[in-house]
């Protein structure tokens, strides 16, 4: 037992002096083969370089987008108040695949006059072209409204900001056109009702003189009471006239209705978003040091098998 735990230690200790002289014998290998690592690493260097010179660099704009909203009028409150709340157009997940969709990307290409952008959407297989991207916000997830990031592309920080705006203006045209059968029934209901102001102010007008004039006599009291009650219920129905007309301008005013708008404007940073220097330099240098060592390596290898063959 004693001798084969004596024979297992041998094995451990020359196993561990094997795999140092190992590693002694790869670092004398990179140490001697010094300048194809330094090659390596410069060949890299340099075409990190060449690509930051090279590749043309890229401009983001970035805009906070909130959709449009549709005034509704709801049920009667606390204080006999009619509740006013703005409804979105439609779902902000639903506009991001409006935005995305390839008819949607041909109208921004169209008025950018983007000949380029077209000639990519008809050769698409699928016909859509990630000329921007777009996300809901997690931040604003649960409002009633959440928020659209949208980040636009471009050659120049004019560019960018261009592709954004136009992109923001045509989502409020369709907002625009979605929104107007809602619009139009709210904008008769508050001619109706302001027709229906004017009919009960005059025949209130109408009572009040009445009510003047019987007030002279006292054999007409009758009358009188029942002017009176009249001209109360007219005064209460014209009083809900105007609160239901004020109301209907809330739900058609902002904030309960508004287009599609970009929060605090479009923003687009002077630095651009591509190429990234210090990414590309560091994959680079990385990638030219590995491509050294495996160039040290396969020379001495190649020379072992020379010097080998010339023996044989």
Request: glycine share 10%; aromatic share 4%.
């Amino acid at each position: 037992m004693e001798q084969r735990l004596v024979e297992i230690s041998e094995m451990n200790e020359n196993g561990l002096m094997q795999d140092e002289i190992n590693l002694l014998d790869l670092w004398e290998k990179l140490r001697d083969g010094w300048k194809g690592v330094v090659g390596g690493l410069a060949l890299g260097t340099a075409i990190a370089l060449a690509g930051i010179v090279l590749i043309p660099p890229k401009y983001e704009a970035v805009a906070l987008i909130q959709v449009g909203q549709i005034g509704q009028v709801g049920q009667v409150g606390q204080g006999g108040q009619t509740k006013v709340s703005g409804q979105p157009v439609e779902s902000p997940a639903q506009a991001i695949e409006r935005m995305k969709s390839p008819a949607f990307q041909r109208r921004v290409a169209g008025v950018l006059n983007d000949q380029e952008w077209l000639q990519d959407l008809a050769r698409s297989a699928t016909g859509t072209i990630k000329a921007f991207s777009l996300q809901v916000i997690k931040a604003t997830a649960g409002q009633d409204v959440p928020l659209i990031e949208l980040n636009a592309v471009g050659g120049s920080p004019e560019a960018a900001g261009r592709k954004a705006e136009v992109v923001v203006g045509e989502l409020t045209k369709v907002h625009d056109e979605l929104a107007q059968p809602t619009l139009m029934r709210l904008r008769t209901d508050l001619a109706i009702s302001r027709e229906k102001l004017a009919r009960t102010e005059r025949d209130l007008v109408e009572l009040t003189k009445l009510v003047e004039a019987a007030e002279v006599k006292d054999d007409r009291f009758t009358r009188l009471a029942l002017l009176n009650s009249l001209r109360t219920n007219k005064e209460a129905e014209t009083f809900g006239q105007r609160q239901m007309i004020m109301t209907l301008e809330a739900a058609l005013g902002a904030p309960a209705t508004q287009s599609v708008h970009a929060i605090e404007g479009i923003f687009v940073p002077e630095k651009p978003a591509s190429p990234k220097k210090a990414l590309l330099l560091a994959i680079g240098s990385v990638g030219g040091l590995f491509i050294g060592i495996c160039w040290v390596f396969v020379s001495d290898s190649w020379r072992r098998a020379r010097a080998s063959r010339e023996r044989g």
